[in-house]
């Protein structure tokens, strides 16, 4: 008989998972915060996601030690592609993207910090 219950799951594979459901959850914060119409949506998540790849591009570059040089390309990334922004929605809501997505990840932090806080009160009280 085989005991499939024995197996581990990889690890990747769950942390695969939730990466993916973080990111439907920012896509859906991101969409009711800036109000975007299904033709905005469209238009404006292959710009922002071109944008958050380039970011993690600049991120992940080993060649860029120097933090105030990284930043800075960071920042030449959003100055950019805050214009790109104003290609699918209007002006205020491109300036908001930004502020918005410092938002969503505040938002995780806490309710990370959260379910960190809890999970240690549970380990203290067994």
Not at 59 to 88: G, H, I, P, W
Not at 111 to 122: D, G, S, W, Y
Request: hydrophobic letters at 35%; one cysteine or more; a positive charge.
């Amino acid at each position: 008989m085989l005991n499939i219950y024995a197996q581990k799951k990889p690890e990747g594979d769950f942390r695969s998972m939730e990466v993916k459901k973080l990111q439907a959850m920012e896509m859906a914060f991101i969409t009711k915060e800036l109000n975007l119409t299904p033709d905005e949506a469209q238009k404006f998540w292959p710009v922002f996601n071109q944008y958050r790849n380039e970011l993690k591009s600049i991120a992940k570059n080993q060649s860029v030690n120097d933090q105030l040089e990284r930043q800075q390309k960071m920042l030449d990334v959003r100055k950019r592609y805050r214009e790109d922004f104003t290609k699918c929605v209007d002006q205020e809501r491109a300036n908001k993207v930004f502020g918005v997505e410092t938002e969503f990840r505040n938002l995780v932090r806490r309710e990370f910090q959260k379910r960190e806080a809890e999970r240690a009160n549970f380990d203290r009280r067994r």
